[in-house]
Structure formats: C-alpha cells, structure tokens
C-alpha cells in the first residue's frame, strides 16, 4: 500500500471523470503529433523533389501568359502555341560564365497533337540527355529512336497503345519504343519524340518552347548563373527550380507556424480540460483529502496522489495521442497521394516528445488542483461529510 | 505525569458580532493510559475540543502539550508527523475510503511511512484480526455491516500502535450489541496502556471511560472520576 495503490484505484473508480481527462490530453496531444507528422511528411517531399531537381534551371519564353504546370510544381508562365526561343540562341549558353557547370541542356518543343478523338501533349526532347534530367524515368520498352514515340503511362493507358504499337500522329505513324512507369508528374501524360520529330511534327524547326539545364554541382552560385543565362537569353524567363521549390518552403513555413499555433490553442484547451476536471475531482474528493489528512498524510502527499492521478493518465494520453496523431496525418496524405504509397516512419523523438509533452501539460494543469487539495483544512475536510 | 496538557484552550468562530466561542478557556491534564469520555449537548463544544487535540483544528488561544510537544507551536506538515505517529481516529461516520479494500483501508496511515510491503500487510491483518475481521480483508466498506465498518475504523485507528485513540461518538451508527463490542474493543486497547479520549453523547459508552468531562457552552463543567464504570 502506497500513494499509487489510492491513485490507481481512484482513477480506476471514477471511470467517467478520467476518461474525460484522458479524452482532452489525447485530442491535444493527437492533433499536434498529426499536424506536424503532416506538415514533416510534406516537407520532406518538397524536399525530396527539390534533391531530385539539384540546381535545375529553367528556360521559357517571355510571356504573361498561360501558365504551365510541370514535375508536379507549378512554374512560372509558358506559352507553347504563341513564343518561342530559337534553338541557335541556346549556343549562347557554352560561353557563360561557370558553363562548366552545366551537366546538361535539354531543350522542349511542345505541341498539341490529335489521335483520333484525343487531344495530347507532344514534347519533342533530347534523348541524349534525358537520363541526366529525367533520372526517375523507368521505361518499359526501349528509349526511341528518330520516328518513334515514347509514351508517358497515363497516355498509353487513355490510348491504349504498348510498346511496339502504332501511333497517328498528323497522319504520320510513329512506332511506341517504350511506355514510362508512372511517375506522378505530368510526364505521365505526355508522349515524348526526338526534338527534331517534334520540331517537324509542329513546324518549329529551328524554335524550342522551353529549356531544362541541370546545374552539375551542389553548391554552384545558382543565382549568379540565373543571372548570366538571362544576359546570354534577354528575351527569354530564367529561373532556378530550387528558388521556385524554396518559395514554396518558405509558404510552408508559414503555414508550419499557423499549425503550431492551431496545436498550441487546442493543447490549451487540453489543459484546461484537465484543469476543469481535476478541480472537480479535487471538490468532490473533500472527505477523502480529510481522512488522508486525519491519518497523517503531509500535504505534499495529497499532492503528489494529484499529480499521480494526472502523470498517469498524461502517460497512457501520450502513447494514444501519439498513435491518433499518426494515424491522422496517414489519413490525410493518403487522401491527398492520389493513389501513390504513403509512409510515415516511426520516430522515437516525435513519441518520446508526444509523451513528454502529455506529461507536462497534464501535470501543469493539476499544479493548481493538487494545490487546492494540498491547502485543504483537515478539520473542515472531515465536517464536509 | 500529565501525559496531555491543556491551557487555556480557546476556539472562536467568526468575527464581530457574528463570532461564536465554541470552545472556552479549557484547561486539564491526561496521564498516560486514561480512558477519557467528553460528554455534551449537541453544540456544546466537544468536537471541536477533539479537533483541538487532534492536531486539526489550531485553537484562538491557548496551548496543547503532548508527550512535551507544543503541538500549534509545529507547521502543518510536522502536526501531519505528530498525527500520524501519536494519533489514532475513529470518527462517527466511520470515514472509509470506498475505492479501497478494508485491508488498504486499514493501511492507510502506513502509505506514507517508509515500510516494506510485506510489514505493512503484516500489520493491517494483526490490527484486522485484533478487531475480529481478518475475514473481510479483501472487501469493499459498501460490501460489509455498519458494525464492521466501525471495526475497521478501529482497525485503521490502531495499525501504527498510536499512544493515543481519539473517539467521535464512535457508536452513533450502531446498535446497542454492535457499540458493546465497540466499546469492549476500546477497553481492550485502554488495558494494553493506549490513551483514550472519547466524545460521546451516550451515556453507556462513557461509562465504560474512567474518567469524564462535561462539556457545556464551550466551557468544562465538570472533570471527574465516576465511582463506578458499567464495564
């Protein structure tokens, strides 16, 4: 017999009124392990697109207008029917400054084609370069030779062509080499020929609508490059993909610091919950603090039944908030994945601190309660009854 | 030699005109081993007197000595100490705590006091078997009589081997056979040398106290030592 048996046994006597303490600390505590499990996972893809683009720059004519959604970002205005840059120009490029650093240049001509009834995107690239900027291509078949189309998986599925099948295009048949596996991007619904295919296909010899560089090194001056492409290309947009990657860390990290406040209010009301319930708890424990008192308990031992009461149902709203919290941000990518696999790796230090942080706030708002129960008069504890 | 020592004691309700003297200028003396009954009309004052030396209720004035202890001279956390190892209660309402078992209850005093668990068992079920229900260890106070419920009181009072049992009108929830066994049960623990001081409106039950008090308006009437006792 100790403090704990009369703390384990009061919780597990008054079911209701622990249930409900359990129920704020886990709400609390769920919602911040989810939002920032959510906002973590969300991160690290961006993150992670951001380590697959390396220093990757683009190029796209200057125009205000249509804007042009690519790899899954959305980059700045492109018009692929309207302007174009002219392909001579991109010659320019071997002379700037840090030109070393450029692993590769591949240049897009993009068109709109119809198969039958089905309208589809073209684009027209350099294969030669394409495993240096498209590393995450798995293709099902053979890269294509000159006269052949290579088709983005969604595209295949929607015109149902294989490798090996024939595809119209202006009354030109062109052979499928391959099909690549998806990719999540808008590659997927693309059908890629050789440049010059396309720039015959399209009429645009000699025209590019837009330009991918990949910068070689990691730590190259991205910025000073932007800034020397865009002299060697005057009439053309240059931007780096990282900044455009980075703007979107930086909205990120705003909508972090909103999800943190929205977790700090509500762990509030958590505690406030406990606080609310524990000086209930406390009232209409009078008669008991008096015997306890009667008996020779110390009223640091009244508080320390208090704070038992709480660091255990604090403990147990821990374990529990954090397994909710996970399984909530695991919901809600999942139904933002479109399809794709989802995975949120256990992290000791996010349970460690889910646990740490229902502890503390669990113990922090019984600080008063345990207090109230502390300074109870034993004489007038006991005449309560 | 006085084992209590009483001075002047004096408990003031309230302030003003709306302050009420429950407690009076008191002042006695207790030997070791006594077997005390304080005796009054309801509102007279006498369970107010046993909060007094009980260590729970400081009086207005006045000084209560026990074993040489200043008693209101401690903090409240040392007055805990005093209760916890000189003091053993029994209250009217038999005070259980409901969640714990008569065992755990009986156990109580011993929570916070630095026994092993096996000793601390050891001494609930002698002070249970001394109060004749070692049987209804493991019961819950809502599973047994209100005659056990007193006994296990007693039980709880006795565990830690006290000096001194403080009695509420310890019999206010019994019938005549019950409050018998109880009182037999306070003559038992008065014969090994525990001090007694027992508030009681019942005429039967102090006569079974060597010595008595009437309480009346807060003021000690009367301090003697009947002829006889009914024992």
Redesign the interface.
């Known amino acids: 017999m100790n403090l704990s048996v009369i703390s384990t046994r009061n919780l597990l006597r008054r079911k209701g009124k622990a249930t409900f303490i359990l129920a704020g600390l886990v709400i609390g505590v769920a919602t911040t392990v989810g939002i920032l499990t959510y906002v973590n996972a969300v991160s690290s893809d961006i993150l992670h697109k951001l380590e697959q683009y390396g220093a990757n720059i683009l190029i796209t004519p200057q125009t205000e207008s249509l804007a042009l959604g690519y790899g899954g970002l959305a980059l700045g205005g492109v018009s692929f029917e309207l302007e174009e840059i002219r392909q001579s120009d991109l010659a320019r490029l071997e002379h700037i400054p840090y030109a070393g650093n450029i692993a590769a240049v591949g240049p897009v001509v993009l068109g709109v084609a119809s198969v039958e009834d089905t309208r589809i995107l073209m684009a027209g690239i350099d294969f030669s370069v394409s495993h240096i900027l498209k590393p995450w291509w798995q293709v099902q078949g053979n890269m294509p030779a000159v006269g052949e189309v290579l088709l983005g998986a969604d595209a295949a599925r929607v015109l149902n062509l294989n490798t090996g099948d024939m595809l119209p295009v202006k009354g030109v048949l062109m052979p499928v080499s391959g099909v690549i596996a998806n990719t999540g991007s808008q590659d997927d619904a693309l059908a890629f020929v050789h440049l010059e295919d396309a720039q015959a296909l399209f009429n645009k010899q000699g025209l590019v609508s837009m330009v991918e560089i990949a910068a070689l090194c990691k730590d190259c001056p991205i910025v000073e490059m932007v800034g020397y492409i865009k002299e060697a290309l005057p009439d053309a947009n240059v931007m780096a993909i990282a900044q455009v990657v980075k703007t979107r860390m930086e909205m990120l990290g705003h909508f972090k610091r909103f999800a943190y406040w929205i977790s700090a209010v509500i762990l509030f009301i958590g505690g406030l919950v406990v606080l609310v319930t524990m000086m209930g708890s406390v009232r209409e424990r009078t008669s008991e603090i008096g015997i306890f008192r009667a008996v020779g308990f110390r009223r640091r031992h009244i508080m320390k039944i208090v704070f038992l009461e709480s660091g255990m149902l604090s403990l147990l709203a821990g374990l529990a908030g954090y397994g909710l919290g996970l399984a909530f941000a695991f919901a809600a990518l999942v139904a933002e994945a479109d399809g794709q696999s989802v995975q949120i790796p256990f992290s000791g230090e996010m349970a460690a601190g889910a646990v740490f942080l229902a502890i503390a706030l669990g113990l922090a708002a019984s600080i008063y309660p345990a207090f109230l129960a502390a300074r109870m008069d034993p004489n007038d504890a006991l005449r309560a009854l | 030699m006085s084992y209590i020592i009483a001075r002047d004691l004096s408990k003031t309700f309230g302030a003003g005109q709306a302050a009420v003297k429950a407690v009076s200028n008191i002042s006695f003396e207790i030997a070791s081993g006594e077997f005390v009954s304080i005796m009054g009309e309801s509102g007279s004052g006498k369970s107010t007197l046993l909060?007094i030396l009980?260590a729970?209720?400081a009086p207005t004035s006045g000084r209560l000595v026990v074993d040489g202890i200043d008693i209101y001279g401690l903090n409240?956390?040392k007055q805990?100490?005093?209760?916890?190892?000189y003091?053993g209660?029994v209250?009217q309402?038999f005070?259980?705590?409901?969640?714990?078992t008569v065992l755990?209850n009986v156990?109580?005093?011993?929570?916070?006091m630095p026994l092993g668990?096996k000793r601390?068992?050891q001494m609930?079920s002698h002070a249970l078997s001394q109060v004749g229900l070692a049987e209804k260890a493991f019961r819950l106070p809502g599973e047994i009589s209100g005659g056990e419920k007193e006994r296990t009181a007693m039980a709880?009072a006795i565990v830690n081997e006290p000096p001194i049992l403080l009695a509420d009108e310890p019999s206010g929830n019994l019938d005549s056979k019950n409050s018998a066994e109880l009182m037999a049960l306070f003559e038992k623990f008065n014969a090994s040398g525990m001090t007694i001081i027992m508030v009681t409106h019942s005429m039967e039950c102090a006569a079974y106290a060597k010595r008595r008090m009437i309480i009346s308006d807060g003021r000690l009437k009367s301090d003697y030592f009947p002829a006889s006792n009914a024992a």
């Open positions: 909060g009980g729970m209720n409240v956390e805990a100490d005093f209760r916890r190892e003091l209660f209250f309402g005070h259980l705590v409901p969640y714990l755990e156990m109580l005093p011993l929570a916070v668990k601390k068992q609930a709880r």
